[in-house]
């Protein structure tokens, strides 16, 4: 059974740029979050979807958007690429209690 | 959102029992405590979580003090892959986000 899976597994894009991250959930998983992990951080919740509707959202800015699609998929959009995004992405599914992460995407904005 | 307060980092011999502390005194009556831990270059895995009483699994075992103001995730007999980082961490319904903190550093001696 897979488990989450991210894609793609490294990416280097230039300020200014914008960037979409990819990730299929769990099988029987309809919740999706995402979490930016700054190196020697914990991670933070940039927003949860369910149902392709953006049901919480953390203190990122406007920049960061996502998608929902009707497979429980789910895309991170970034636009305008600071210096300051570089951090490995994570997205996590879940059904009711438990997450399931994936390895992330480390992005490394140059 | 209440917080977590852990230690940064616990030393373990291999084969030893690991008691990982964590204090959360503001926890509301609806918080679940869960906890996550993190292996180098992976994505949080979770561990395990629990209510009022205390819980185990086939990975570790939680002891919730009775006035839910602390717990202590039990690793029984540690193992060199245990070696990672611990996040105590409290959720107020099921499908509510993840609020990391910095976590517990394990480390595990042969």
């Known amino acids: 059974d897979a488990g989450v899976t991210q894609s793609p597994t490294h990416l280097i894009k230039t300020r200014g740029q914008q960037v979409t991250l990819r990730c299929s959930p769990k099988?029987?998983?309809?919740?999706v979050s995402w979490y930016q992990q700054a190196l020697g951080q914990g991670p933070q919740f940039i927003f949860q979807?369910?149902?392709?509707?953006?049901?919480q959202r953390g203190n990122f800015p406007d920049r960061f958007s996502g998608h929902q699609f009707p497979n429980y998929s789910s895309e991170l959009n970034v636009n305008a690429l600071l210096l300051g995004d570089s951090a490995l992405y994570l997205c996590?599914?879940?059904?009711?209690?438990?997450?399931?992460f994936g390895s992330g995407t480390r992005l490394t904005v140059v | 959102d209440a917080k977590t307060t852990q230690p940064n980092s616990m030393e373990s011999n291999e084969e030893e029992p690991v008691h990982l502390p964590c204090n959360h005194s503001?926890?509301?009556?609806?918080?679940?405590i869960h906890w996550y831990r993190q292996l180098p270059s992976q994505g949080p895995e979770y561990v395990i979580h629990?209510?009022?009483s205390n819980v185990n699994n086939r990975m570790a075992s939680l002891a919730i003090a009775e006035d839910r103001k602390s717990s202590t995730l039990i690793l029984h007999r540690a193992t060199l892959r245990d070696a990672a980082v611990y996040y105590c961490?409290?959720?107020?319904?099921?499908?509510?986000?993840?609020?990391f903190g910095a976590g517990t550093q394990v480390v595990v001696t042969p």
């Open positions: 629990g209510l009022t």
């Open positions: 996590a599914s879940s059904l009711q209690n438990g997450y399931t």
């Open positions: 961490i409290l959720r107020d319904y099921s499908w509510g986000k993840l609020q």
């Open positions: 503001t926890i509301s009556g609806t918080d679940y």
């Open positions: 979807y369910y149902e392709e509707e953006e049901r």
């Open positions: 099988s029987g998983h309809d919740t």
